[in-house]
């Protein structure tokens, strides 16, 4: 069975490995449709923090059931599904608190242990999220939509409120959909006009704001002088995450979707005063990735602007490295398993 694996830094090989053999509680899939993003890039930069070589890439997952034992929780073989990617115990205090996403033992298929960049493995029942009214591709992209549906979740938005997500990558985008379900007025803030422009195509949103440009007035300006009542910080920038802490109203909410390795500081008085509550937002659970397939089979996500590049697998070592030129437009790959 062939995989490819990421040998260290800027190197893919080839490998031909051992059937996988049926565990108990878990499914042999075959794999269909792999996304790559960010991550990816990162991991062939070398530069993804707490991760190790060689590994088999792929977290975005659209695969098939072709073998699954029995007490299989409704899944049969022939279902194709979108696989969440986190490996969680189930037993520590998260895990019985439903919080799975932040489990003691997390690990991430394609970052912590190896992913989908092969033709078939074995993965928990837990993990697998069947839609037959779903393209391969979009259960494949169900995950990345899935983390800004946890973070949108996490900040339980009312219809009424006037929301800002800074960042307009791809975390942004997938935040701005499960906004627009909620209906909130959407402000989006990026360096970028690029993004910009395409969080108005493609989201209809409120209003849009160039980084670094008299933000607070013009936040201000836009919400009659209240200031945004959720702020989503979706860059991993320290600077933005720590700019962010000015931006929500009075009894505001504060999500850190993003994340970098070092410290966000702000000013206690400013904090204590508008008596916010600041929250990070981490990977997705079980019910985020449900209610991104209702979304994706209601039609409320379009994903085609998304893919920006498209290969099968057996073009995937040579044309992997013209994704990291930003000439690329990299947003996201989909990589085609036959
Ligand atoms: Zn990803
Ligand atoms: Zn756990």
Redesign the pocket.
Known sequence: MKAIVLDQPGHFSTAELPEPEPQAGEAIVRISRVGMCGTDLHAYRGRQPFFTYPRILGHELCAEIVEIGTNAQGLQTGMVCSVAPYL?????L??RNGR?NC????KLLGVHVDGGLREYFSVPFHTMHHSTALTPDQLALVEPLSIGGHAVARAQLKPEETILIIGAGPIGLSIMAHAKAVGVKTIVMDVSEDRLRFAREQFNVAATIKAGENVTEQLSDLTNGEMPVVVFDATGNAASMNEAFNYPANGGRLILVGLHLDFVTFRDQDFHRRELTVMSSRNATAADFQRTIALLEAGKIDITPWITHRVREEELIAQFPSWLDAKAGFIKAIVSWS
């Open positions: 969680y115990c189930g037993e520590c998260a895990c799975t489990c003691v033992k997390l």
